[in-house]
């Protein structure tokens, strides 16, 4: 099994592997700096390709035994303090952040893109049916892979076709039906990096869809904590019943342990109000997943995506206890 070795001596054992390639490598790349948690350790290597030609090249000369993780704008990330083996490729704006009108209704933006972009694009030209990504603090890529959705809409209802690369690096063409959506969730295969998508909406006037996203907006900023170091909604809603709810019902709002925090203002973002670790925001969550079962017999699943390893001595546990 691949174990963690220092960033530098592994691209020096690799280094001639990729000498053709034109993006850029970073050994030790501190992913605080990358996620909006602001929290973590480092990314043995992080690889930011210039574009979809070459990550193919990048995949293809990676051997298989190393592990490769995909990240984008980091907005829905926890990383564990003891850092990520191996490479981590991070999509650029410059390579995969653009996006264009296709067709009377259809817009292809590649996975680097930010959701607002893709909202304003189709606000531009008339394509209803993407207000509900003003609203929603990422990027394509993580939209598509988490079926990302606000204010009733969800990503699975626009995809038409979503463009990847394979771990050998070639390309696959997933159909809305390969995705395997379900609520925050798609079936699409783990290795799998998106590079674009190809969306659908319909016809819309423009003065409603403005109309449509300033309510997104005003929403968001009355009742969610947009300006603080978070990572987003923490816990999926749970069948019959909203996962701020129950972690009210609970007492977790404001709760905190170390720097982290359950906002005061959105009980279901956690928050790093300055100086929290990975251990302090995930020993957090496990906490309210604790309290939660314990008080209505609800197991909330995590929503935020937990990447790496645990510094040693510093795990944290899932929190298995019996339903009430």
């Known amino acids: 099994m691949y174990s963690l070795i220092d960033g530098e001596a592994l691209l020096k054992k690799l280094g001639d592997r990729f000498s053709g390639l034109r993006g850029r490598l970073t050994p030790n790349m501190g992913m605080e700096k990358v996620t909006w948690f602001r929290a973590g350790g480092p990314a043995e290597v992080m690889f ?47 390579g995969f952040g653009e996006v264009e009108r296709v067709g009377d209704t259809q817009l292809r933006a590649g996975t680097a893109t930010p959701d607002k972009r893709v909202a304003a694009a189709a606000l531009e030209a008339g394509i ?24 009733g809409v969800e990503t699975r209802e626009r995809v038409v076709e979503v463009r990847a690369l394979d771990r050998k690096g070639e390309v696959r063409i997933l159909s809305n039906a390969d995705m395997g959506y379900a609520y925050r969730h798609s079936g699409a295969a783990n290795d799998l990096i998106f590079t674009s998508a190809l969306f659908e909406g319909v016809p819309g006037d423009r ?73 302090d925001l995930e020993t957090l969550g496990e906490t309210i997943r604790s309290r939660v079962v314990q008080n209505s017999g609800v197991r909330l699943h995590w929503e935020i995506k937990r990447l790496g390893l645990f510094r040693p001595g510093h795990e944290v546990h899932e929190f298995m206890g019996q339903l009430l």
């Open 48 to 94: 930011q390709p210039a574009d979809e030609e070459d990550l193919s090249a990048f995949l293809k000369a990676v051997p298989q035994e190393y592990p490769i993780l995909v990240v984008g704008i980091g907005s829905n990330l926890l990383v564990r303090d003891g850092g990520i083996p191996g490479f981590v490729v991070r999509l650029s704006a410059k």
């Open 128 to 151: 209803a049916g993407f207000h509900f990504y003003h609203g929603i603090p990422g990027g394509i890529g993580g939209a598509l892979r988490m079926n990302a959705g606000a204010n």
């Open 207 to 279: 003065g409603e869809i403005q109309t449509a996203m300033d309510a997104v907006q005003q929403h968001r900023e009355t009742v969610q904590p947009i300006r603080e170091k978070t990572g987003g909604s923490t816990f999926k809603n749970p069948d019959g019943s909203s996962a701020w709810k129950e972690i009210d019902k609970a007492g977790g709002r404001g709760l905190m342990i170390g720097g982290a925090q359950m906002s005061p203002m959105h009980c279901n973002f956690m928050i790093n109000t300055g100086t929290a670790s990975g251990h």
